[in-house]
């Protein structure tokens, strides 16, 4: 459902349009962006399940960490598809800049296009052995749930008889002491009681065996089974060395999206360095939008994407806690250099600039940008997995939030890009932060669920 929420939203957000009263075309495109985040959200923690169930323990991070890695292609492919329709309407925008509002939707639509292509094989796909016999196990545990229903329902309900049976028995005997009735009488009496209690036992016992082997006759409700699944979560998650994980996956994704989305900040400073900017009020739109795409293209060419595959290549080698810390020692490094010394820097070299932001793209792939979509996949039992992801994903994307919604807004405190510096220097606290709780995760290299979790699956 989540792949064909984005499919349908990306759409959507491609025909936004204002009302001639009331919502302009951002409102409308908001709305279909926030879709297109739900299913996203849905995606993620989907794709990385899915993935470590379906691979084996010795390739299960490469394979994870080749998932993530193809955005990257992605955002290679942004720009590429950018520039392919510039060059289309090259002519038309140059006789009329309001043909741009052709190209923005064309790309933006063009996201659809992947997503529609895998859906079918999204949705035709089986489920992971790991899911099967998980979804056994829960069968069999409500079925044992039912069974001792009926076998307690067999008992309360043989008690009772009994007690008929006794009951009457000493009915019998009493009116045997007053001599009210002859002796046959009263032997007949007792012998139709007595048969009458023995086939009410037996009436009741077959009842009782019914109850006890027909499991079905006693159903969860929809609730009772949502109840029974969030006291389970809650009792897994209620011990500190369970908790702990959770956390340590949730916070790293935090602060790596608050560095990782507030250092892209200084994407317009890069491209300015390596002279692909340009003034899209007074210069040619076309030429100015170009040469952002080509600019973003290298950008994406020198750091972000070799990052991830060495991530690819080195995971089972150097472990995930390894790569880990390196990224976020390395990062940290990094803002601290960059935060303190920036104005130095950029009036030196230009070249150095470059070199410092570049490596920081580097660190940010072959590093926790990997890690925190991998590792959540796999350090948390079947029956929680998707859950624990999708929390650490969304702690993620607050992350996002806060960079982009808080600490984009001081960016121009002092002055146009005055305060860039000092945001750069409080992206060294949040990895640092990262580095240690890192060491609340457990190595997850070349194990399974159950040697990582403990506990048998």
Same mark, same amino acid.
């Given at each position: ?325 390196? =990224?976020?020692?390395? *990062? ?7 935060? &303190?010394?920036? $104005?130095? #820097?950029?009036?030196? /070299? ?55 919604? =808080?600490?984009?807004? *001081? ?7 005055? &305060?860039?510096? $000092?945001? #750069?220097?409080?992206? /060294? ?29």
């Amino acid at each position: 459902m989540g792949a064909i929420l984005v499919i349908i939203s990306t759409i959507g957000a491609s025909f936004s349009s204002s009302t001639v009263r009331g919502f302009n075309v951002f409102v409308f495109l908001f709305i279909w962006l926030v879709l297109v985040g739900i299913g996203v959200g849905g995606d993620y923690p989907l794709a990385a399940t899915i993935t470590s169930e379906y691979a084996s323990v010795k390739s299960r991070g490469k394979i994870m960490s080749a998932v993530f890695a193809c955005q990257g292609f992605g955002n290679l492919g942004a720009s590429v598809v950018a520039i392919v329709v510039l060059a289309c309407f090259k002519s038309a925008i140059r006789n009329d800049v309001y043909m741009l509002d052709y190209v923005w939707r064309i790309c933006l639509g063009f996201g659809a296009i992947p997503g529609a292509v895998t859906l079918y094989w999204r949705l035709t796909m089986p489920e992971s052995k790991s899911f099967q016999k998980e979804a056994r196990k829960r069968l069999a545990a409500e079925a044992g749930r039912d069974s001792e229903n009926g076998a307690l329902l067999f008992k309360d309900n043989t008690a009772d008889a009994n007690c008929a049976y006794v009951h009457t028995i000493s009915l019998d005997a009493e009116h045997g002491r007053n001599g009210s009735i002859g002796e046959h009488q009263e032997n007949s009496s007792y012998e139709v009681h007595e048969m009458q209690a023995i086939q009410n036992i037996h009436g009741t016992e077959q009842s009782g065996i019914a109850a006890a082997g027909e499991p079905e006759t006693v159903e969860p409700t929809d609730g009772a089974e949502a109840n029974a699944r969030l006291e389970s979560f809650g009792q897994y998650f209620g011990q500190w060395r369970n908790m702990k994980v959770l956390l340590g996956t949730s916070l790293a994704w935090f602060v790596v999206d608050v560095a990782f989305y507030g250092i892209n900040l200084n994407s317009s400073v890069v491209i300015s360095a390596i002279g692909f900017s340009g003034d899209i009020q007074n210069g040619d739109p076309y030429n100015v939008l170009t040469r952002n795409c080509l600019g973003n293209l290298i950008i994406n060419l020198l750091g972000s994407v070799p990052g991830y595959w060495i991530s690819v290549f080195t995971i089972e080698k150097l472990g995930r806690k390894n790569i880990q810390l390196l =990224g976020f020692a390395a *990062l940290t490094a990094l803002y601290i250099v960059i935060g &303190f010394a920036y $104005h130095q #820097i950029l009036d030196a /070299s230009n070249v150095a600039f470059i070199v410092l932001f570049t490596l920081a793209q580097l660190f940010q792939n072959f590093g926790p940008n990997v890690t925190c979509f991998v590792w959540p996949g796999e350090v948390f039992p079947t029956r929680f997995k998707a859950t624990a992801h999708g929390i650490s994903a969304a702690s993620g994307k607050l992350g996002a939030i806060v960079a982009q919604a =808080g600490l984009m807004t *001081l960016k121009d405190r002092g002055g146009p890009n005055a &305060f860039i510096p $000092h945001l #750069i220097e409080i992206f /060294s606290l949040f990895t640092l932060v990262g580095f240690f709780v890192t060491f609340w995760i457990p190595e997850s290299k070349g194990k399974t669920i159950e040697e990582i979790t403990g506990e048998s699956e």
